[in-house]
Every structure is written in structure tokens, then in C-alpha cells.
């Protein structure tokens, strides 16, 4: 086993995974709750009380279409929702650097204040250290939430359950996919990663790239009233190629997608391409991946389309029997695995 | 290493080029003086030069070749 | 920028891809033997793995990847000596690839980093030479790893006006010839050869002749997009049910029998050609790019005493890196795959290397080959 921890073991992928095994679950993995921590599931729930902690090292601290709070309202919130919650209220914990200017301090407040009071989800309780020069880079943030079942919930199971009599999951979980299932994804992918590398790396677009990061409670509130959501998921670090993966773990099945069929900006492409990244493996934060029977995917795409941030929705695969792998049907036909990423390959997007 | 990337020449000073790759990627300091190429050609870059002028019209040539080829095939089943 | 990139999109074309995959299937019936098609790039391994290719392959045809990963097949003698260098004290400028590779005594360059060897990773020959300018009072050596398609630039610089704080330490090599011993190699029974894009941009058609003539079996020059590796199968394929045998050009934008003479020129007016030893493939006559007597005062080897590399396997014990890189086999055959050896922990420079067989493999998780139903 490892001695030390390295950049690799925070970027979402299988070396995350490692640690999480062999330090995280070994040691708190005991607890009992209804969606506890051993699922690994976007948010864990106890007594109906969803609750969820994320922490934010973005650098740089702002970026075109967002900053590191505008991010953590973003993610926290959509973690809650992502396993069928309502988010209900935010706790902030913010770590700054000596040194670091109270005109940036109060720009990322003010972010965290006007998204969070749009959504209607109020940052009730927090705290503030100040650690000396040197000790991190300017800023680090935690976010923390909690949320109660979303009201449309039951409904959404209701009518899973009209064509699927067995399915008796009381949240939605990464274990839910079955054979026959459509996978959604809201949107295009990419954008936020190569955002954050424009600006680090000087790239110039046509159109400038800006982060997606984005609260998905309408998307998510069209989803449910249509209702057949079997699983939610944001593909965050380690992008889809980590989330498809992840589903196949945890649900034991085989999951086909078509490159043709996935959402990605010409420019992302074509960024992706040269720098050699994958845009299967890059973060987005404004994203959501639905499981739907294959009954309502019609019907639930049409309703996510509907809503601004669901436009470029497309149904991108399916869960099959046909594999035991997350497999992608190449635009030219040919078939090719797609494993699980070994990290993001950019570092600190989130 | 045969990776090499067509990019559009946008500017040439002495036997160097700033080369655009597409999407943002402006690369300066390429060697220009192994091939003959001009402001405006595309060339393919190879480990910071160019190592060839990329025949624009046998790009096209090739690629309606094939599909007349193949369809005149299919048709003729 | 617009035009060309739609022209190159149609290269991409998933009706053209399915026209061409089902004429493959029709000649592959019709030849109805096993039928092994070799290439030797790195980069058509990345297109034939990234678009599925092999998915798309009747049973009775097999692709595989020859020795065509530059960082794979320099040899471990040479980095050995380059990271006595850097631990000497002497500034060592390399790409990031090779700096990973690990020589003859196990450890690599980046491994000799944290030794406290001195080490840069730089992008470009241009990059190093500026550099050396900058850092005048030091000795400073560039690895100088690649086929012929990279060794140009390097000989241009030379020829230009080198830092005189710089010397160069020569593993590039030539192609042509080592085509023409994997065509010689008798444990292989090669049916076809996908030739290199680039390299062949660089050296031409020409030098091929003398390989093809002697061996006869089809040669197709191609290029980098999932048509153009189509195309170049279905014309070798062609010529096999046909009984016959041609060099073909399938990248006409780029290659042409000539190559790129000026290139060509710089390159042979710096080196000259000598046995080369390539590792994990053995000595190929006339690949190895060795600097000539006038440019004695930039030749690392010259400076520094470095000998020229010997035949010696040098590779992990138990790993099959040199059937990996000869193209003997298929990385899965290779008992340390996705087992001891992964590219979080490469055993091998097949491994190491963006361009290694066994990296692409590994990054694409090929445990398996899946078949396309056509």
C-alpha cells in the first residue's frame, strides 16, 4: 500500500477509490443509516434528514461563469438532490489565507448569498479560520446541506413501480439500474474543465467556455412530476466515464452509450482533442445523469428539455445484459471499453 | 512519436511561425524553414515543426474517391 | 481554419466507416485464412483503440502493433547513461514520456529527479536550446529520443547555431529499416503493413522500396484518422485476395515518394546512419542516427564517453515487453498486464510511454475484445 498521499488520491477516480477503502469505510464504514455511509452514494440519510459535506479547492478562486462559492452552493445542493432530496439549508465553513484581499472575500460571499437566496436555500449556520501565510492557497471552503425527501418522490417510485412491480428502493441510488434502463445526461459536457484550463492555461475560444456550474433543482423537479427516476447522479470528478463505472459497480450491470448521441461543444471538442484530454473523464458541475425506465425516457427528456439548464438533454445509452463493462459505441460504429478513470485529468476543478 | 496536428500558419518571422491550431491553441516558435509554406497554409507540426504542407485538395480528393468508390459498389449489388 | 477542419471531419464519417467495414468483412470471407496486418506507430494504435477498430475486424483478421513507439524501443544503456549524467551534476533536458521510462538499473530519469539528479522537461529541441541559452555557466545535455519524423528539428537547431554549454545525446532512429526486419523476422508471418503517416512524411516512399521489393507482401502509407486506417486495411486486404502486392499511398495529403527533402537534407547533413539497436526488437542495420565527425563538439557520446548501445535485454523479469514492442504479441498475453504492471505503476517502457502498446491497452481497459455484430 501506499506511504503517501498524492494529488492522484483526491481526483475522483480509482486511486480515490483506494483510499476511500482502505482509510474512510475501514474505519467509519460501521454506521447504520438508510442510505448510510458505506453506499457511497452522492448523500447519506438518516431518519429521512438527508445530509451532505463537500468541500471546494478550486483554483483558480474565479473563473468565467462562476467562482469557488457559486461552485459549492451549485454542488452541495446538487448532491442532495441527486439521491431524491429537497435541499433545504446550507452550512458555510470557509478556511482563509493570511493575506488574502477582503474585496475577493466579500465577491465570493456576495456569490454564495445571491445564488443561494435565487434557489430559495439559505446558508443558516458556518464558521471562519484564518490560518497563516503559507499554511494553503488563498481559500478553501466547505459546504455542508441538508435536505428532506423531495415531495415528488413517491410519486416518481409510483410510477417506476407501474411497470417495474419489484422495485422497492426508497431513495434514489447508484444500486437502482436494471437491464432495459435509459441514461439521460442534461447536457453538454466538458465546459467546466476547460474553463478552468482556458484560464489557466491562456486558451481563447470563439465563444468563451464558462463553468456550467448550476443548482439543478428545476431539471430535477421536471424529472420527478413525469416520474420512472431510478438513479441520479452529477458527473463531477472523473466526469462520466467515473459515474457510468460507478453505476456498474454498485448496480452489477452492463452499460452501453453512443459517442454520436453525447452533448459536447465543437470547441470542446477540439480542445479536448488537442491537449490530449478525454472529455468522457473531465468534471462538470451543472450536470445531471438520470436512470429512467425505458417506459418515461421519452416523456422525462421532453421535460428536462423544457427547462433552461435541460436544453441540450440527450438520452445517451442504455443499461444492458449484452456486457459486463461500460461500453461506448464509437462514431464510427467500432465498440471500445470504457474503464474507470485513475483520477480527473485536471487537477483542483472542484 | 508520430503525433502531429494540422494547424493554420498565421504569422512568419524569420524561420519561425506562429502556427493556430483550432479552439484557442496559438502555438509560437515553430520551425517553418523545412518546408515551403506561407501565411495562410495549413501544415502538420511535429515535436515544434513543420514537417509538411497538407494538401488541402488531396484531403478532399481522397475522401469523395472512397465514397463515390463504395457507393458505385453498393449500388451495383 | 473551418473548411479544412470539416474536410478532416469527413475522415470521420460513420456511413463511410460502415461502407468500409462490411466491404472488409466481404474480402476477409473471401480470403478465408488468418491474416496478420502489422503497423508501426504508435499513434494508428491510438486510432485503431480510441475508435474501436479492432471491434470492427472479421475473426480471421488480427491488427498489431510492431515497434513503433519511439520512448519503447530507446535503449536502456542510453538512459542509464543519461541519468549518471544528471546525477553528475550535469542538467539533463528531455520530453516528459521518456523521463519516465526506466533504464537497465530500474530506476528512470523522473525516479533520478527525486535522487537529486538535475533534471528538465522541455517540449521542444527549440525550447532546450533556449534554455541552455539562459543557463550559460552550466553543462547541459538533450535526450534526444524519436524516429526521423522528430530528429529534423534537432538537426536544424544544431546546424543553426547550438549553445556552446550544449551537447546532444543521439537515440533517434530510422524506420524504413526496421519495417524491413519485421518483414525479415521469421517468427512473424506478416500479411500486410500499415505504414507510418509521419515518419513516412518526413522519409518518403522511397526507402520502403527496397523492403517491398524484397518481401513483396502490401505496404499502404496512412494516415491518423479512423477512415483513413480503414481504407489502408481494406486496400492490403484487397491485394491479399487478389494475389498481389503494391506500395500504396493513402495519405495523399501528406506523404509523397520524395518525402519532405529538406528534412531529409538537415537530417543527413548532421547524422549518419549506423547499426542501431533498438530495445526489445534487437540490432536493425542502418537506424541508428549517430552524429557525424564535424559535429563531434555537440555529440554527448564524444563528450562524454557515452558508448554507442549493444544488443542486452533489459527488461523486468517475467514481462514480455520485447514480444509487446516487436509485435510478437498482444499486451493481454503478457503476464505482468493490468497486474503488476498498470500506468500508475509501469514496469515497462511499453508502459510508460503515451504511445506504448500496452499504455493505450491499459487507458482503454482492453482485458477483452469485444466484436461488433456487422
Known sequence: MEEFVKMVHGQGGTAMQQLIKNYILKYLGWGEAELPLKALDDSGVMNGIILKSDSYTVKPLFFPGGNIGTLAVSGTINDILMVGGKPLALALGLIIEEGFPFKELSAIIESIANLAKSVDVPVITGDTKVVERGALDKLVLNMSGIGIRHPLLDHNFKVVREYRKEFNAKWLMDANLRPGDKIILSGYIGDHAIALLSVREGLKFKSEIKSDAAPLIGVMDAALKIGGVVAAKDPTRGGIANLLNEWRDKSNVGIKIYEEKIPIRDDVRSACEYLGLDPLELGNEGKAVLAVIDEMAEDVLKAIRKHPLGKNAEIIGEVTKEFDYVVMETIIGGLRIIPPPIGDPVPRIC | ?77 | MSDLKSILMLYRDPKLAKRLTEKIHELAKEINDYTLIMHVCGTHEWTITHYGIRSLMPDNVELRAGPGCPVCITPASDIDAIIKLSLDGIIVMAYGDISRAKGGKGISLEDAKSMGGKIKIVYSVQDAFLLAKELSDEDIVFFGVGFDTTAPATAYMIKRDPPKNLSVLSSYRYVPPAVGALLEAPDLAIDGIINPGHSSTVTGMKPYKEYFDKHKKPMVFSGFEPIDVLISIYLILKQIRDGKAEMINEYTRSVTWNGNVKAMKTLLSVFQLEEGYWRGFGIVDNSAFEFKEEFDFVNARVKYGIRKPTARGEFVEGAKCADVIKGKIDPIECPLYMKECTPDNPKGPSMVSIEGTCRIWAEHKVTAILKCRI
Request: with cysteine; net charge negative; charged share 30%.
Open chain 2, 1 to 77: 512519436m508520430c503525433l502531429g496536428y494540422p494547424g493554420r500558419i498565421i504569422e512568419i518571422k524569420g524561420d519561425f511561425a506562429k502556427v493556430d491550431f483550432g479552439s484557442g491553441v496559438i502555438k509560437d516558435n515553430i520551425i517553418i524553414s523545412l518546408v515551403d509554406a506561407k501565411v495562410g497554409d495549413y501544415v502538420i507540426v511535429h515535436a515544434g515543426y513543420a514537417i509538411q504542407v497538407l494538401d488541402e485538395e488531396e484531403a478532399k480528393k481522397t475522401i469523395e474517391i472512397w465514397n463515390e468508390y463504395l457507393k458505385s459498389i453498393s449500388e451495383n449489388r
